[in-house]
């Protein structure tokens, strides 16, 4: 099976979800392969030139995805869905341990440190207005999920999800303008 063809993970998922186990020890590796790929696109927007380790944070949400209660779902769209929201908590809490421990004249905004923390914080605004807005920018920025795979993910025309992407980014844009 090609690992690039969502059909492919589409197909051992619902292969596993009926119990055959080749398929399931396949799809591990697929889904953690996709998985540090999305991490590594969602590392690339942190500025900050301090290195974060991607194989850690994959390998964290790959732990907590498959861990006590593993995630049943039924296609790559929809577990990348889960795996960006997953990733956001992952970031956002390393981001938050390393200004912790990082002497506070060094953390400037723009500095790429509080870029995410100051997005986590406006999405979970934007999820109090529009829930589904929030959702859009969390699997199209968090998950680097394409807009069909985001239409396919959220349940939407991806018409609608392209008019909710626009809609969100002006609203956060507007939101981190003003922020100091």
């Known amino acids: 099976m090609n690992p690039s063809d969502p059909r492919a993970i589409d197909a051992l998922l619902e292969a596993a979800g009926q119990g055959d186990v080749d398929s399931y020890d396949q799809l591990l590796s697929m889904i953690y392969d996709e998985l540090r790929m999305v991490t590594v696109r969602a590392l690339k927007r942190d500025r900050s030139g301090r290195p974060i380790p991607a194989a850690g944070l994959a390998q964290e949400a790959f732990a907590r995805l498959l861990g006590d209660s593993p995630v049943s779902v039924t296609s790559r ?3 990348l869905g889960i795996a960006a929201r997953v990733l956001r908590e992952l970031l956002v809490e390393h981001l938050r341990s390393r200004i912790a421990t990082t002497p506070l004249a060094a953390v400037a905004p723009g500095a790429g440190l509080t870029d995410v923390l100051a997005i986590d914080r406006a999405l979970d605004r934007l999820a ?17 999920l394409s807009e069909a795979d ?17 809609v969100a980014r002006a609203w956060l844009f507007r939101e981190l303008s003003a922020s100091p």
């Open 77 to 79: 769209a929809r577990f």
């Open 128 to 144: 109090a207005i529009d829930k589904r807005q929030s959702q859009v920018v969390e699997l199209r920025y968090f998950g680097g």
């Open 150 to 166: 985001t239409a396919h993910a959220v349940g939407l025309s991806e018409e609608t999800t392209a008019q909710d992407w626009l």
